[in-house]
T-cell receptor, first 113, second 114 residues
Framework: DAKTTQPPSMDCAEGRAANLPCNHS???????VYWYRQIHSQGPQYIIH???NNETNEMASLIITEDRKSSTLILPHATLRDTAVYYC??????????????FGQGTILTVHP | GAGVSQSPSNKVTEKGKDVELRCDPI?????LYWYRQSLGQGLEFLIY????????KSGLPSDRFSAERTGGSVSTLTIQRTQQEDSAVYLC????????????FGSGTQLSVL
């Protein structure tokens, strides 16, 4: 799976949009971009995923550039409960290594009042 | 159950003892994963089960670690002769088909080896 690069930390004011970037310049055509987050002392939680089109669900929006080399996770109205580590990973839809998802260090998002 | 269940939530053991960690995946999920997370670190893949296929054990750090999945459901991760460096949160996840779709994680077992 392609390597992803994220900033180690970001801050956001409560009520504002949080925009978390992710670079995945070596992503291949059959790799999805997945986002998970991990709130302290809990297991990671799925947020959203996409292949090439922008996606939106009840938690967030995912914007993927046309060349698919980067993406941005958008939390439209961040709350204090959104403080967590956010992981961006590239997941192959084919191949034989489905289980070996590589979670890097992620981005520590701190939402402050 | 509604989600992935892991037990115990906390385990304290003495160096050299064996421990067993249990994972109950979401009913109907064919794929099950074990990860390890040391303090302040990212997730480290350990092992992956998918249906009746042979498990992918390539992430197990040593032969002291083993895992089994009985009846395609419950899984047990066993660590023999525990060492202090085994102290970590052990996370289990399951997914419907194991084809790269989203994973559902349990809350983990915090293992402390004294």
């Amino acid at each position: 799976d392609a390597k992803t690069t994220q900033p180690p930390s970001m801050d956001c004011a409560e009520g504002r949009a949080a925009n978390l970037p992710c670079n995945h310049s070596t992503i291949s055509g059959n790799e999805y971009v997945y986002w998970y987050r991990q709130i302290h002392s809990q297991g990671p939680q799925y947020i959203i995923h996409g292949l090439k089109n922008n996606e939106t669900n009840e938690m967030a929006s995912l914007i993927i550039t046309e060349d698919r080399k980067s993406s941005t996770l958008i939390l439209p109205h961040a709350t204090l409960r959104d403080t967590a580590v956010y992981y961006c990973i590239a997941v192959s839809a084919g191949g034989t290594s489905y289980g070996k998802l590589t979670f890097g260090q992620g981005t520590i998002l701190t939402v402050h009042p | 159950g509604a989600g992935v269940s892991q037990s115990p939530s906390n385990k304290v053991t003495e160096k050299g003892k064996d421990v067993e960690l249990r994972c109950d995946p979401i009913s109907g999920h064919t794929a099950l994963y074990w990860y390890r997370q040391s303090l302040g670190q990212g997730l480290e893949f350990l092992i992956y089960f998918q249906g009746n296929s042979a498990p992918d054990k390539s992430g197990l750090p040593s032969d002291r670690f083993s895992a089994e999945r009985t009846g395609g459901s419950v899984s047990t991760l066993t660590i023999q002769r525990t060492q202090q460096e085994d102290s970590a949160v052990y996370l289990c996840a399951s997914s419907l088909y194991g084809r790269g779709e989203k994973l559902f994680f349990g809350s983990g077992t915090q293992l402390s080896v004294l």
